[in-house]
């Protein structure tokens, strides 16, 4: 047995299957990931990786199956597991007229974040979003929109982390910076499912490849 599964079970998936209409997107689908480890799952466009991640997080329910993170079956409306768990998988909806600033440290204070002020202004600094603090996200370029995305994540406590394609409209450098913080927050236990195209990425994190297949009629 390795050292990572003697560690936690942090995410536990049985049995999933999930479709749309008379189509089958995933079946028979199980998954474990513990404290430490990334797992990534790849495939071809369409290969139903998005779907697979949304019935992780709650945001689809699965046709048959279940989803237990830390021990607690997965739902949207738990406080405790919403607490447990940053997802990152569609652009996020800001609220218009919320500042950069004012979105984390939101986030931050909700989440009780013991001293919110001082993680807020080292994600920003890790983001590169100082300069644009003060600006509402619709003024945001794409990539510092996703920035701020993925900052949304580092703001808040978090045991597993769901990101969907997290290199989306990052810049080389950005893409490293991820590489780089995603290995040490496994480093410090976190245990993180990603979608991606990105095998650098992937590469950079140590990441398990989980193939998805794709949908069957
Ligand atoms: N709400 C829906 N209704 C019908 N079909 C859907 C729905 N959502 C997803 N699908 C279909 O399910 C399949 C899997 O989609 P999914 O978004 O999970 O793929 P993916 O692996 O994330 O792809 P990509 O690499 O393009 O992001 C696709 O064929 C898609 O068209």
């Not at 028979?28 to 790849?42: K, N, R, Y």
């Not at 002020?117 to 509402?136: H, R, W």
């Not at 991606?196 to 990441?207: C, K, Y």
Request: proline share 5%; hydrophobic share 40%.
């Amino acid at each position: 047995m390795g050292a990572v599964a003697k560690r936690e079970q942090v995410l536990r998936v049985d049995k999933l299957k999930k479709g749309y209409g008379p189509v089958t997107i995933v079946e028979g689908f199980d998954l474990t990931v513990h404290a430490g480890e990334a797992v990534a799952l790849t495939g071809r466009n369409g290969a139903g990786k998005s779907t697979v991640l949304r019935c992780i997080v709650g945001a689809d329910r699965p046709d048959e199956g279940t989803v237990t993170v830390c021990g607690t079956r997965m739902s949207e409306t738990n406080a405790e597991i919403r607490r447990t768990v940053a997802t990152v998988i569609d652009d996020l909806d800001f609220f218009p007229d919320l500042s950069v600033v004012e979105h984390l440290d939101l986030l931050a204070r909700a989440h009780g974040i013991h001293d919110p002020d001082a993680l807020v202004d080292e994600v920003l600094e890790e983001v590169q979003l100082v300069p644009q603090a003060s600006q509402l996200p619709s003024t945001l370029s794409s990539g510092q929109r996703r920035r701020l995305a993925l900052a949304t994540a580092f703001v808040r406590p978090r045991r597993l982390l769901v990101l969907d394609e997290p290199e989306q409209r990052l810049d080389v450098e950005g893409v490293a910076w991820l590489g780089r913080r995603l290995k040490s927050d496994l480093a410090d236990g976190l245990a993180i499912v990603l979608a991606s195209h990105e095998p650098a990425l992937l590469e950079a994190i140590g990441a398990r490849e989980v193939r998805l297949g794709g949908p069957r009629a």
